[in-house]
């Protein structure tokens, strides 16, 4: 088998980038270890940033965003007991975000895919990249029993976190940064309206909760939890009463209860690799950085670095020039960076260190103040949440 761009992994980069490849009649293949039914599922992400819309709509898979997704305007921050809404449009020249879950945009471009007949191959477990800094790199997978080989002439690593294809940046060339943070997330799915209309984020002494959707009949919240939490140790009951204690507010309110679907623990990291390129081999997505949730940048940033890489790959075919993809790295780094700090910044803003000491706790409280109470604080906050435009 060979093919101009081996994209390895089918979540939102890998299947993004083979779809943008094949708008622009770049020939592309997709290798994703799991199943379709599995990858379709996969409980992940909901907020889409403008520039993501805009990006899904071209490509042909934004109808059932545009009928599905709840556009919102802002998101309301809970601390001390009191409640401040973040005017998105008002800050911001007119942005917003998109509530529409990450499975969700996998299942559309799956079915564009499939109705194409792009190759996307599920359960084809790439072992390894090799030849990177030749002219023709190899994909070596596994699928159906037999060991197989996709020769390319580049391939994209789009296999998340814990793939294999950013292990074939050699150890010489590739600088990691990383932090880990000591509490994770318990993330709950319910059958039951949202008790709020946008997206609240709530710091208590108790820890921090996040009230999110995925429609009008079902909610997403997210529990502050300690790292190797067991979700078995958080019965339904426990998880409302506990929900209900860190968004209570002086003045009405009520978290509405209801039958919870799902439940899983996610660990927070921050990380990044430099550079995204080594050869002919690009890294996309979480593949190359991870951010902690608290922003809402991950899936995000995997599309914001599949643009920019289709693009360069267009070029390539337009012009013969490689300049564009020479900078792929240095372009997707500053803005990998600007949400690595973002999402830092809100993660340590509303979380509670389990060794934090009442200074610190203050300081949080002080922060979160002067972002309700400037509109150059609050400014800088609804930027970044709905995230820089697409240079
Ligand atoms: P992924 O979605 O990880 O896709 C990588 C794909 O590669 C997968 O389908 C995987 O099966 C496949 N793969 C892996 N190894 C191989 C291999 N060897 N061969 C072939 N295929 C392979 N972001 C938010 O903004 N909010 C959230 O609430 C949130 N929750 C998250 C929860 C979890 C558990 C995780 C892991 C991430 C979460 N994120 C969240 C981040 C967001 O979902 C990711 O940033 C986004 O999925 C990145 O997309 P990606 O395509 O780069 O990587
Ligand atoms: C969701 C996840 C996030 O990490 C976030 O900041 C906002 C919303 C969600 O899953 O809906």
Known sequence: MHTTVGIVGGGPAGLLLARLLRLRGIDCAVLESRDREYVERRQRAGILEQATVDVLRACGAGARLDREGLVHDGIELRFDRRSHRIDFPSLTGGRRVTVYAQTEVVKDLTALHLADGVPLLFEAAVRAVEGAEGDRPVVRFEHEGRE??????????????????????????????????????????????????????????????LHSMRSPAVSRLYLQVPNGTDPADWPDERVWDELAARFAVDGDWTLERGPITSKAVLPMRSFVTEPMRHGRLFLAGDAAHIVPPTGAKGLNLAVSDVTVLARAFAHLARTGSAELLDAYSDTCLRRVWRAEHFSYFMTTTLHTDPEQSPFTTRLQLAQLDRIAASPHAAAELAENYTGLPLE
């Not at 296999?159 to 050699?170: K, S």
């Open 148 to 209: 197989r080989t996709l020769t390319c002439d580049w391939v994209v690593g789009c296999d998340g976190f814990h793939g294999v294809a950013r292990a074939a940046l050699p150890e010489h060339v590739r600088h990691t940064y990383e932090r880990t943070y000591p509490y994770s997330w318990l993330g709950v799915l319910a059958e039951v309206p949202p008790s709020c209309e946008e997206l609240v984020y709530a710091h208590s002494p108790r820890g921090f909760a």
